[in-house]
């Protein structure tokens, strides 16, 4: 099976903080997508990656980053968080070619204070 | 531009009542969609996809839904509820282009409550 890893279920950061949010995959797969989901606006992509060390901005690529040094790895970055990006954090991976269908983590509930 | 609707914010249904949840999209040509469910404080999991041919589609946990490319509509059903089903539910739609990544779109969500 499939196994996607974010590092941290849950995090309470402070205003203008850093934060890290990390996604670790391990079947291989060549695409990566960081997705924002908040109640009634379902899930929004921030940023995607189809290969190491490219990167696509999504819908929401605003007051992010992301980086892929390596295959399995795709980190979201918040260079300076703000209370407006509490929220769910869903990382997701799938294979570049077929039909795409994505492979979710668990998630991680960033609140920013 | 791709867009997907789920127009009920929730669905409430009885234990062993047969239930759906309607999607229908906008995309151009002809899409993969997709059915997700989410479990509470958890990520999506994959449920089922059409991909082509048998306009009816069987996935995990004994869930189904029914093509219609004439109302561009993707509805999961299945025969009879479990309590175990209440979740949250996305309808995704995916662009079938080859080259370069084709975008995928989720619709909002439609919350299912299944009641004993």
């Known amino acids: 099976d499939v196994k996607v890893t974010q590092s941290s279920r849950y995090l309470v950061k402070r205003t203008g903080e850093k934060v890290f949010l990390e996604c670790v995959q391990d079947?291989?797969?060549?695409?990566m997508f960081w997705y924002r989901q908040d109640p009634g606006l379902g899930l929004r992509l921030i940023y995607f990656?189809?290969?190491?060390?490219m990167k696509e901005k999504g819908d929401i690529p605003e007051g992010y980053s992301v980086s892929r040094e390596k295959k399995e790895r795709f980190s979201l970055i918040l260079e300076s968080a703000s209370t407006n990006q509490t929220s769910m954090y869903l990382c997701?991976?799938?294979w570049g070619g077929g039909t795409g269908e994505l492979f979710f983590g668990e998630g991680s509930r960033l609140t920013v204070l | 531009a791709q867009s997907v609707a789920q127009p009920e914010d929730q669905v409430n249904v009885a234990e062993g009542n047969p239930l759906t949840v309607k999607c229908t999209y906008s995309?151009?040509?002809?899409?993969?969609l997709f059915w997700y469910v989410q479990y509470p404080n958890r990520g999506l999991q994959f449920l089922l996809k059409?991909?082509?041919?048998?306009?009816l589609v069987k996935g995990s946990y004994g869930f189904e839904a029914e093509f219609n490319k004439s109302q561009t509509s993707f509805h999961l059903k299945k025969p009879s509820a479990l309590v175990s089903d209440s979740a949250l539910y996305f309808c995704?739609?995916?662009?079938?282009?080859?080259?370069?990544?084709?975008?995928?779109?989720f619709g909002t969500g439609t919350k299912l409550q299944v009641i004993p």
């Open positions: 997701a991976s799938s």
């Open positions: 995309v151009s040509g002809n899409p993969y």
């Open positions: 059409y991909i082509t041919g048998d306009n």
């Open positions: 995704a739609v995916r662009p079938r282009y080859s080259g370069g990544y084709q975008k995928v779109t």
């Open positions: 079947m291989d797969h060549e695409n």
């Open positions: 990656s189809y290969d190491v060390k």
